[in-house]
């Protein structure tokens, strides 16, 4: 496990009687992308807003980079990028002209400014678009735009609030490679809060899953898969041979099925027509491919489903139990 950039420990945020934020505790490491995800209304914003000393916590604390975000917001802000899920640019500006102007906020010098700003708007895509007027970029472009505007001031870490939302596919996959060069090659630490699940696994390390201000399970999602699964297969194995001429009781098709159960990381067997479902702890196709042929069947296709964020997220939100944390 790496340092620690990011640590909450029993954040909570009450408005009246309502409590939008339960005692987390949460620990992001240096360098990772973290995937906040939850439905609306989880309680995402509100532990952001909190992070970046903006509301102040009920009761807790979080420290960004070692540094007490309530107590000391102006040093964390220095520290960390924020990216919300419309950034608002001067649109009579050119995006090089509104990149400039934050590089200046940020006490670079001119010379500095104008290096850095040119270097970003070629990295995130914008050099050819750069002397246009930023009222005339797309949304795409916008935000393109807004992570190249976080990273002027070089942020240890930048937060990204939903930051694809209203962007056509291709031009989120475009912005997710973009977050992944990006977090490696600057070694910033990313955390990007979403509800979109598919984009989450796509770019992120690890993940918290919040429901209703608690974070119920975090980890990366083959750990949380794990965990989530263990009482069950974490593995299926579809096979289909080819019964062509074959009858239903054919002594092959049980001696293949018996051969399959005594192996130690086998959980069960189950045939349906010409197909084998084989649950397992490990994935196992190579052994059953192998033991299919061996017991004298031929073998039209074979599959392996692992259990993914989308059987974790339906489980979380259907169940909203906890599961213990698996970092
Ligand atoms: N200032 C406020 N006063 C009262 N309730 C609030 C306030 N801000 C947020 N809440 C409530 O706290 C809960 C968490 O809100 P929050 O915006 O943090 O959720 P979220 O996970 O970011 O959702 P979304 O994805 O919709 O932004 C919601 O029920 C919201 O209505």
Not at 159 to 168: A, C, R, S
Not at 200 to 228: P, R, T
């Amino acid at each position: 496990m790496g340092e620690s950039i990011i640590e909450l420990k029993g954040l909570t945020k009450r408005y009246g009687d309502f409590t939008a934020v339960d005692h987390l505790d949460l620990s992001i490491t240096k360098g990772e992308i973290f995937g906040l995800l939850g439905p609306n209304g989880a309680g995402k914003s509100t532990t952001i807003l909190m992070m970046l000393g903006l509301t102040e916590p009920t009761s807790g604390g979080v420290r960004v980079c070692g540094i007490d975000a309530t107590t000391n917001p102006i040093e964390v802000k220095k520290r960390v990028g924020y990216l919300p899920d419309d950034v608002g640019f001067y649109d009579q500006l050119s995006g090089r002209e509104n990149l400039l102007y934050t590089a200046r906020i940020n006490r670079l010098s001119w010379r500095d400014a104008e290096q850095r700003v040119d270097m970003l708007l070629r990295r995130v895509g914008l050099g050819e678009a750069s002397d246009k007027k930023a009222g005339r970029y797309s949304r795409g472009m916008r935000q393109r735009l807004g992570l190249a505007d976080v990273l002027v001031k070089n942020p240890a870490v930048i937060i990204l609030d939903e930051p694809t939302l209203g962007i056509d596919p291709i031009g989120v996959r475009e912005f997710l490679d973009l977050i992944v060069s990006l977090s490696r090659e600057e070694q910033v630490t990313v955390l990007l809060s979403s509800h979109h699940l598919h984009q989450v696994q796509q770019v992120c390390d690890s993940v918290g899953i919040f429901v209703a201000g608690k974070l119920l399970a975090q980890g990366n999602v083959v750990e949380l898969s794990k965990a989530l699964f263990s009482d069950r297969e974490p593995y299926i194995i579809e096979a289909c041979i080819d019964k062509t001429g074959m009858a239903d009781n054919d002594p092959r098709i049980e001696q293949a099925k018996s051969r399959l159960i005594e192996l130690a990381d086998v959980t069960s067997v189950r045939i349906d027509e010409c197909r084998f479902y084989i649950g397992s702890t490990q994935d196992m196709t190579a052994t059953v491919a192998r033991m299919l042929v061996d017991s004298g069947l031929g073998l039209k296709s074979l599959s392996v489903r692992e259990y993914g964020l989308d059987d974790i997220y339906t489980k979380y939100f259907e169940g909203g139990e906890s599961y213990g944390k698996t970092a």
